[in-house]
């Protein structure tokens, strides 16, 4: 009888140590009427974004007209908005409806690496993508040789190992401090300011670092658009036709609302002092870079593109004829 006892309380310690081991993610739902349409909406947007980010991503590797450098970058911003939707929404969704809010501490980590490389490539691919524009409009007989199909990858792969890196740098460090007081995450996904505040240790350091690489990974992306865009801005001010000029800036429009969408957000959930911050204003700005920004990207993209809009009327007139074949 005493043996049964101690192995039932041995039991309990384990699974006790076992639930430690996961995180409780807050949300930012309730099950009121008012966050059940909000939920809904966020569904919604979501499936746009999937069904949006998929149909870009298809039109651009089977129309021969979008085969070109700006093309090739789009499919890879997509490519990481699919991406970063899928790793938030869906357990965000799952812990909503079946009421269980636990995260495995392997899946929190999971998280916080996909988020911040995602987050960090996205950035600067926007940065280099301005590059892109600089050269088609202010050399635009260099454009084939300066934009090769070297050089294309070369820009789209420095954007996934600096944020591939940025994201591994995070969550080893992260993942690696204790957290013997409460798991309970005040967010919808695992975030690495939401998880420094329940670390059992000083993290002032890590998050002064933190901070300054934020400052980095935001300012130099940022700095090549401001850049790029006075050289263009110089470029259109001195063509002799003023239908090139809107022509010009015309292509430029679309990149330059998906930046402010993106650095707009980035910028206010990051770059502010931590006693200017709550949780409250932190869950909605993400909501809007987690999973609007990624709906709109391919829509801003798409609607004000004849290429995309023209790729996109082939498809549909070639699905329309086979279908009555």
């Not at 929404?89 to 495995?104: D, E, H, N, W, Y």
């Not at 990858?153 to 409460?182: E, K, R």
Request: hydrophobic share 50%; glycine share 6%; charged share 10%.
């Amino acid at each position: 009888m005493h043996l049964m006892t101690v192995n039932n309380r041995a039991m309990g310690m384990w699974l006790n140590e076992s639930c430690t081991d996961d995180f409780i993610l807050l949300g930012i739902f309730s099950h009121s009427p008012a966050d059940l349409a909000h939920f809904s909406v966020v569904m919604v947007v979501f499936s746009v974004a999937l069904c949006g980010n998929v149909l870009l991503l298809t039109l651009i590797s089977i129309d021969a007209r979008l085969h070109t450098p700006m093309y090739f970058f789009l499919s890879q911003l997509s490519l990481m908005d699919l991406m970063l939707v899928c790793t938030i929404v869906p357990k965000m969704a799952a812990s909503f409806l079946s009421g269980r809010k636990t995260i495995s501490f392997v899946g929190c980590g999971t998280q916080v690496s996909l988020f911040v490389s995602l987050v960090g490539s996205e950035g600067l691919l926007l940065g280099l993508m301005a590059y892109d524009r600089y050269v088609a409009i202010s050399h635009p007989l260099h454009y084939s040789t300066r934009m090769s199909q070297r050089v294309c990858l070369q820009i789209a792969g420095s954007s996934w190992v600096f944020g591939i890196l940025d994201g591994l740098i995070q969550v080893v460090v992260v993942m690696t401090f204790p957290y013997c007081g409460s798991r309970v995450v005040d967010h919808f996904f695992c975030e690495v300011p939401a998880l420094l505040k329940l670390a059992c240790v000083d993290t002032s350091l890590f998050e002064t670092l933190l901070f300054a690489c934020c400052v980095f990974m935001l300012l130099l992306p940022f700095s090549i658009i401001v850049a790029s865009y006075v050289r263009i801005l110089g470029a259109v001010l001195h063509m002799h036709s003023a239908q090139a000029g809107k022509r010009a800036l015309a292509t430029c429009s679309s990149h330059m609302t998906a930046v402010s969408l993106f650095y707009g957000a980035a910028m206010f959930i990051y770059l502010r002092p931590r006693r200017y911050r709550t949780p409250s204003h932190d869950k909605v700005v993400s909501i809007f870079y987690t999973v609007l920004t990624p709906m709109l990207n391919p829509l801003i993209y798409s609607l004000r593109n004849r290429d995309v809009m023209g790729a996109l009327k082939k498809g549909l007139d070639c699905c329309r004829s086979s279908s009555q074949q």
